[in-house]
């Protein structure tokens, strides 16, 4: 079994959706990592969160440790929301990162 | 401020053939990495460099070196290049200022025939 199971691993909503990534991870970890991949292929960092919530612009992410779940959330989405949408718990100090398969999302106009 | 660089973005290499991916960092962070990302797979760490003088093991580090040149640069190396080794390579670095989120660089499409 992965340590890090996403899902959905194939989503595909029309602009406008409320967006919804789920990732779950059995290893025991000192924070989690959002990141999104371009179709070009560069890796953006987006959110580490610990506990609770953090928001950046129209994108939320929420973790609850206990239950060792985090979702990512995306409002009001948009075309250039298109992108893979990795879940990477991180353990130790070193900030050393298991990576989920990804989420491969596409908004369409 | 250019974040994570790596060279070269393009590389091909015939079995048994030796190259070094170079990466350097401008930030000022202590951590360094170096992840291989295969279709299906998703990302998995090679090595990874906690701060300036120190590396470790991640999880596929069998047919790699590292060398961590100074707090700048963390460089990876293939010294028999085999075609399992054909992969996308990413550096990425992290540090106390970045709140220890992970800057990656644009990565090396590497192909091993």
């Known amino acids: 079994k992965n340590e890090v199971e996403q899902s959905p691993q194939n989503l595909t909503a029309q602009e406008g959706e409320f967006i919804t990534i789920n990732c779950s991870y059995s290893?025991?970890?000192?924070?989690l990592h959002w990141l999104q991949q371009h179709p070009g292929g560069g890796i953006v960092s987006l959110f580490m969160?610990?506990?609770g919530k953090k928001k950046h612009g129209r994108l939320i992410a929420t973790i609850n440790i206990q239950e060792k779940h985090s979702s990512l959330h995306i409002t009001a989405s948009h075309p250039r929301d298109s992108a893979v949408y990795i879940c990477?718990?991180?353990?130790?100090?070193?900030?050393?990162?298991?990576f989920g398969q990804g989420t491969r999302l596409t908004i369409n106009p | 401020n250019a974040g994570v660089t790596q060279t070269p973005k393009f590389q091909v290499l015939k079995t048994g053939q030796s190259m070094t991916l170079q990466c350097a960092q401008d930030?000022?962070?202590?951590?360094m990495y170096w992840y291989r990302q295969d279709p299906g797979m998703g990302l998995r760490l090679i090595y990874y460099?906690?701060?300036?003088?120190?590396?470790d093991k991640g999880e596929v580090p069998n047919g790699y070196n590292v060398s961590r040149l100074n707090k700048r640069e963390f460089s990876l190396r293939l010294e028999s290049a085999a075609p399992s080794q054909t992969s996308v390579y990413f550096c990425?670095?992290?540090?106390?200022?970045?709140?220890?989120?992970?800057?990656f660089g644009p990565g090396t499409r590497l192909t091993v025939t």
């Open positions: 990425a670095s992290s540090g106390l200022a970045s709140a220890y989120e992970q800057y």
């Open positions: 290893v025991g970890i000192s924070a």
């Open positions: 969160l610990s506990s």
């Open positions: 990477a718990p991180s353990k130790g100090g070193a900030q050393k990162l298991v």
């Open positions: 930030m000022n962070h202590n951590s």
């Open positions: 460099s906690a701060s300036e003088g120190t590396t």
